[in-house]
C-alpha cells in the first residue's frame, strides 16, 4: 500500500474550476479515512491523503457493499488520481525548487490511466531544461505533449494535487547551468503600498554618590515607505537628557528600486560607495550597482568548475567539510559542474563519483574565495556619482565605477576608477584560486591635489585565504596593504581640503590582518579549538605602530564550557597609556536538561593596569516569553561590590526591557522598547522589528479565531499579521499556524509562497469559513444510505464541503444557519435541506439525518 501522509489542503472549486483537488486514495484506505471524518482530526480540518497505487485502479469495490447498497468511488477513483482531466493553475518544481505557475493541461494516459501533465519543449526549456542534451532534438514550436520519462532517463513528472504542484525530477546532465536555485523573474512581488517604523526607545536614569542625578532618552528610528517598486528609506535618531536639550538629525534618506533588465538597483539619496575596491565614501548622489540576490544560486559569489568522467550512469557527490552540498546524477562520459554553491569561503572539495556497480572513485579539489573572485562569466559592476556627505569641512563632486569579472575557472579581472575636481585614482586586481589557497593582488595609483600640493602615489593590497582540511586550520583571512607616502584615498583627499594647518600625519603606511583558527582532536573538536588574530598598522610622518593581539582557547567537559583567552594592545604612538594587556576565563553550566533550563556563569579577568574584575551570575526564562539574568561581582577599580538585574519579555508588539545595576559609588536603572509600526490598506499593525524586506497575512472570513503566524506574531482586529522577515528574490513559504483554530473554523490554504523583490512589502491572503460544524447522516429517498464516496457541496455556492462515508455520513462545516446540500455520486444527485440549530457552548458540533430529495 502506498506511503500516507497529511495535508491542510481544503477542497474548493471557483468560478466552475477545480483549484484544489481532493485527495486520492486506495480504496481501502479510503473506507478507513473516510470513516475518520468524524473524529477529531477532521474536527480541527485536516484532510488525509495517501498516493494511489495504479495496481489497485481495477481493484473490484464489491466488498465494499454491504446492506444492499453500493459504493460509488468514481469522484475519489477516477483515472487513478484525485482530479479528473483538464486544466488547472499549479506550481512547478524542478528537484525541490520552485521554477514558476502556470496553467497546465492534464491528461489522462489510455494505456496506464494515470493522470499526466502535458508538457511541451517549450516549457521543458522555461523550467531550465537543456534542449540540445536531449536526442533526437525537439521542435520548440511542437505543441505537442511529451513523456519526460521516455525523453530523459531517471526523469519523472509527480501531481500533488492538494497542493496544486507539480514536482519534476530531472538529472543534472538535462539541466542548464542557470536552473539550480533559479526563481522566474515573473514570480518578482513588488508588494502593496504600505510604510512602517521600526523605533528603538531606551531611558535612562544615573546617581553618583555626590548626589548628581542624570536622565536621558534616545529614539532610533527607521522610516520606511513603498509605492510600487519605489522605496523611501530614511534613519533618524531623537535624544534628550535633564540638560534641557533635545536633538534630532536625520542620519540617511534615500529613495530605491530595483532595475530587471541589468539585474542591480538604482539608488537616489545619501548613501555610501561600493567597497569592493576603494574605501567606502559617504556621499549624496546616485548609485547603480549589481544585486547578487536576484542570480540564482549557480551563479552567485564564486565556485570552482568540478570536471571528471563517469563509466556508467553514475551519480556525483560533492562535500566539503563532511557535509553534502551536491548531489547529481550525470550520464556516462565526461561531466562538468558549474553550479555548486560551497558553504563559507573555504575548505577544499571532496567529489565522489558512484558508479551503477556501486564503486566509487574519489577526488580532492582546492576551493577558497575571496572578494575578488567570481564564477566564470559573472560580472559585477557598480557606478555612483555625487557630492561628498561629511559632517563638516570640504564636499567635493565624486565619480566612481568598478567592474569586476569572472574571466576563467579559476581568475577573476576588476577594475575601477574614482575621480573629483583635484582627485583621481585608478585600480586594477586580479584574483585566482591555486591548489595552496586563494590569492588576490590589486593596485591603485592616486593622484591629488590639496591646498597648491599635489600628491601621487600607490598602494598594494594582498589577500589570502586558505582551509587545510587535513589539519583543519583554518586562514579566514590573511591581508597587507602597503601605501606610498603620496598615495590618497578620496577620505584622506577631503581630510587634506578641510585641514587647514597643512598637517598630514596619521596616513595608513601599511597594515597587516591575520585570522586563523585550529580545531584540536578531528572534526569533532575532542580536545577543543584554539584561535590567533593579529592585527598591526604603521603610519606616515608619525612615529610607532598600533598592534592588537588575541589568543584563546576553548572547551567542554561534561557539560561545563569555557573559554581562556589573552589579548594585548599596544599604541606607540601615545607612550606606556597605550598599552594593555589583559586574560580572560570564562566558564557557564546549564542547570537542567531541559533547552530553557537555566545557566549559571562565571568571568574573571584581569589586566595590566591593575584592574581585576570577578563576575557570576544566572540568566534563565521566567516563562516562554519572558527571560531574566542577574549577576554579582567585584571589581579592584574603586568601585567594589556591584550587583544587577535585568528583565526581558517578548510580546507580539516588541520588545520590552528593563534593568538596574548597583555599586558602592553609583545606582543606575534604564527601560527599554524596540518594535515597529506597520500603516497599510488593510490598517495599523504592532510588530517586533521589521526588516526590509517583510510579508502582511491577511486571514479572511475567521475574525474572531486565534490564528498567529508560523513565527508566533498574532492576527490584529484588522485581520493581518506581520511576518517580519522574508528572503528577497527567494521562494518565502507563510503558514498561519492552526493549532488552536478551533472546530468552527477551516481554511481554504493553510500555505502560501511568494517571491518579494528587495524591499517589498508582499500581501498574502488566507480565506476561512467560520461556522458551524455538522454530521450529516444522508439518506436517498427510499431510505437507503448514499452511496460512499458520493460528494457534498453547497448547493447555492458549489463549494465542495466533503465526501460521503461507508455508513452515508458527511462531516461538514456550514456558515449558515440552514440551506440546501448537492449530493452528487456517479449514477444521480440529490439535494438535502437542513437548518441547524443555535451552536451551545461546549458542543463541537451537531447531528442530523437527513433525505434527499431528486431535482
Not at 512547478?92 to 496553467?103: F, I
Request: hydrophobic share 30%.
Amino acid at each position: 500500500m502506498s506511503k500516507r501522509q497529511t495535508t491542510k489542503t481544503f477542497p474548493r472549486k471557483t468560478d466552475g474550476k477545480a483549484l484544489a483537488a481532493r485527495p486520492s486514495a486506495t480504496p481501502l484506505y479510503l473506507a478507513l479515512c473516510l470513516a475518520m471524518f468524524n473524529s477529531a482530526r477532521a474536527a480541527e480540518g485536516e484532510t488525509l491523503v495517501a498516493q494511489v497505487d495504479p495496481t489497485l485502479l481495477a481493484f473490484n469495490t464489491g466488498f465494499l457493499h454491504g446492506q444492499g447498497r453500493s459504493a460509488d468511488l468514481s469522484a475519489v477513483l477516477s483515472s487513478g488520481n484525485s482530479v479528473p482531466p483538464g486544466t488547472y493553475r499549479v506550481e512547478v518544481q524542478v528537484n525541490g525548487d520552485l521554477v514558476g505557475r502556470r496553467d497546465i493541461d492534464f491528461y489522462q494516459d489510455g494505456g496506464k490511466g494515470k493522470l499526466r501533465p502535458c508538457l511541451t519543449a517549450q516549457m521543458l526549456q522555461d523550467f531550465g531544461v537543456d534542449l540540445s542534451a536531449i536526442t533526437p532534438p525537439l521542435d520548440l514550436n511542437s505543441q505537442a505533449c511529451l513523456d519526460l520519462p521516455h525523453l530523459m532517463d531517471q526523469a519523472s513528472a509527480d501531481f500533488d494535487a492538494g497542493r496544486l504542484q507539480l514536482n519534476l525530477s530531472i538529472p543534472q546532465a538535462f539541466l542548464s547551468r542557470a536552473a539550480r536555485g533559479y526563481v522566474d523573474p515573473a514570480l518578482w512581488d513588488e508588494g502593496v503600498t504600505a510604510g512602517y517604523v521600526n523605533y528603538q526607545f531606551s531611558g535612562n536614569y544615573g546617581h553618583g554618590r555626590v548626589g548628581n542625578d542624570s536622565r536621558s532618552y534616545y529614539f532610533g528610528l527607521q522610516n520606511g515607505v513603498n509605492i510600487g517598486r519605489w522605496r523611501l528609506r530614511n534613519e533618524s535618531t531623537l535624544t534628550g537628557s535633564n540638560d534641557g536639550q533635545t536633538r534630532f538629525k536625520s542620519n540617511r534618506t534615500l529613495v530605491q528600486r530595483d532595475v530587471d533588465a541589468i539585474k542591480g538597483q538604482l539608488t537616489l539619496g545619501e548613501q555610501y560607495s561600493d567597497a569592493t575596491l576603494f574605501d567606502s565614501v559617504r556621499f549624496r548622489g546616485v548609485q547603480v550597482g549589481s544585486d547578487d540576490g536576484m542570480l540564482p544560486d549557480s551563479e552567485r559569489g564564486y565556485a570552482p568548475v568540478i570536471r571528471g568522467q563517469a563509466a556508467t550512469n553514475a551519480v556525483v557527490e560533492v562535500r566539503q567539510s563532511g557535509y553534502v552540498l551536491y548531489r547529481a546524477n550525470v550520464p556516462p562520459g565526461p561531466f562538468q559542474l558549474t553550479d555548486i554553491f560551497p558553504s563559507g569561503s573555504n575548505g577544499d572539495l571532496e567529489i565522489t563519483v558512484i558508479e551503477a556497480d556501486g564503486s566509487k572513485h574519489v577526488t580532492h579539489q582546492a576551493f577558497s574565495s575571496l572578494p575578488l573572485m567570481l564564477r566564470k562569466g559573472r560580472l559585477k559592476y557598480n557606478f555612483a556619482a555625487g557630492k561628498y556627505d561629511g559632517d563638516q569641512g570640504a564636499s567635493p563632486n565624486l565619480v566612481s565605477g568598478s567592474l569586476v569579472y569572472g574571466l576563467t575557472d579559476n581568475s577573476t579581472v576588476a577594475g575601477g576608477f574614482q575621480a573629483s575636481r583635484d582627485f583621481q585614482a585608478v585600480n586594477v586586481g586580479v584574483g585566482t584560486n591555486t591548489p595552496i589557497g586563494a590569492l588576490s593582488v590589486d593596485l591603485t595609483q592616486s593622484t591629488s591635489l590639496a591646498r597648491g600640493k599635489r600628491d601621487t602615489g600607490q598602494s598594494v593590497r594582498i589577500l589570502y585565504a586558505k582551509t587545510f582540511t587535513r589539519t583543519n586550520t583554518n586562514f579566514t583571512l590573511a591581508a597587507y596593504r602597503y601605501s606610498t607616502s603620496g598615495y590618497r584615498t578620496f577620505n584622506d583627499h577631503v581630510n587634506d581640503l578641510s585641514n587647514t594647518d597643512g598637517a598630514q600625519s596619521g596616513r595608513s603606511r601599511s597594515r597587516i590582518d591575520l585570522t586563523t583558527s585550529q580545531d584540536l582532536g578531528g572534526p569533532d573538536r575532542k580536545y577543543g579549538s584554539v584561535y590567533l588574530n593579529v592585527s598591526q598598522q604603521t603610519y606616515w610622518n608619525q612615529p610607532g605602530s598600533s598592534r592588537s593581539i588575541s589568543v584563546g582557547y576553548g572547551n567542554s567537559w561534561k557539560r561545563l564550557s569555557y573559554n581562556l583567552s589573552l589579548s594585548q594592545t599596544k599604541d606607540s604612538r601615545f607612550g606606556s597609556s597605550g598599552s594593555n594587556t589583559q586574560v580572560m576565563l570564562t566558564m557557564s553550566i546549564p542547570l537542567g536538561s531541559k533547552l530553557q533550563s537555566p545557566r549559571a556563569y562565571t568571568n574573571v579577568s584581569n589586566d595590566s593596569n591593575g584592574g581585576t574584575n570577578v563576575q557570576s551570575g544566572l540568566s534563565g526564562y521566567v516563562s516562554e516569553n519572558t527571560s531574566y539574568a542577574v549577576q554579582a561581582g567585584y571589581t579592584s577599580r574603586g568601585r567594589g561590590e556591584t550587583g544587577g538585574a535585568s528583565l526581558t519579555h517578548n510580546v507580539d508588539a516588541g520588545q520590552l526591557s528593563a534593568n538596574v545595576n548597583v555599586a558602592r559609588d553609583y545606582q543606575s536603572a534604564s527601560v527599554g522598547a524596540t518594535g515597529a509600526v506597520v500603516v497599510h490598506g488593510g490598517g495599523v499593525n504592532l510588530s517586533r522589528t521589521v526588516g526590509d524586506t517583510f510579508a502582511l497575512m491577511k486571514m479572511e472570513g475567521v475574525k474572531g479565531a486565534d490564528v498567529r503566524t508560523d513565527g508566533g506574531a498574532s492576527v490584529g482586529r484588522n485581520g493581518y499579521a506581520v511576518v517580519s522577515y522574508a528572503q528577497p528574490y527567494r521562494l518565502n513559504a507563510l503558514r498561519p499556524d492552526t493549532h488552536n483554530l478551533g472546530a468552527d473554523v477551516e481554511l481554504e490554504d493553510t500555505v502560501k509562497q511568494v517571491v518579494p523583490r528587495r524591499g517589498a512589502i508582499v500581501k498574502a491572503v488566507f480565506k476561512g469559513y467560520s461556522g458551524q460544524r455538522a454530521q450529516f447522516t444522508l439518506q436517498q429517498a427510499d431510505g437507503k444510505p448514499v452511496p460512499l464516496g458520493a460528494s457534498v457541496e453547497d448547493a447555492q455556492t458549489g463549494r465542495q464541503l466533503g465526501i460521503v462515508d461507508p455508513n452515508g455520513r458527511a462531516f461538514v462545516l456550514l456558515n449558515q444557519e440552514q440551506g440546501t446540500l448537492a449530493v452528487k455520486w456517479k449514477e444521480g444527485q440529490c439535494q438535502a435541506p437542513y437548518t441547524l440549530s443555535k451552536a451551545e457552548p461546549g458542543r463541537n458540533y451537531q447531528r442530523q439525518t437527513l433525505r434527499c430529495r431528486y431535482k
